[in-house]
């Protein structure tokens, strides 16, 4: 596999509150600006969420938080950019 470099990488990052991640208006808007990586904190998503991406180019990795309804990470990278990451 070739991998090209990048002299810069776009990068968004959010802190999403009270669910608006699970609705997906909050990552439309963030995938219109084609970065090539988004972090996002306080996702709040529990695991009966999907986020599926691969359609629109990017991998996904996240960790919710399992004991109590806030916290979590939701990590979205450009699929040409990383192949075999895991958070």
Excluded: F
């Amino acid at each position: 596999m070739k991998v090209r470099m990048r002299s810069q990488v776009a990068v968004e990052e959010i802190m999403a509150r009270k669910g608006k991640l699970a609705n997906d208006e909050l990552l439309s808007s963030m995938l219109e600006k084609k970065p090539d990586v988004m972090c996002i904190v306080e996702t709040k998503l529990r695991e009966e969420i999907h986020v599926n991406l691969k359609e629109k180019g990017y991998n996904s990795w996240r960790r919710d938080r399992k004991d109590k309804g806030g916290g979590g990470l939701l990590i979205i990278v450009r699929d040409n950019m990383c192949g075999g990451c895991a958070i």
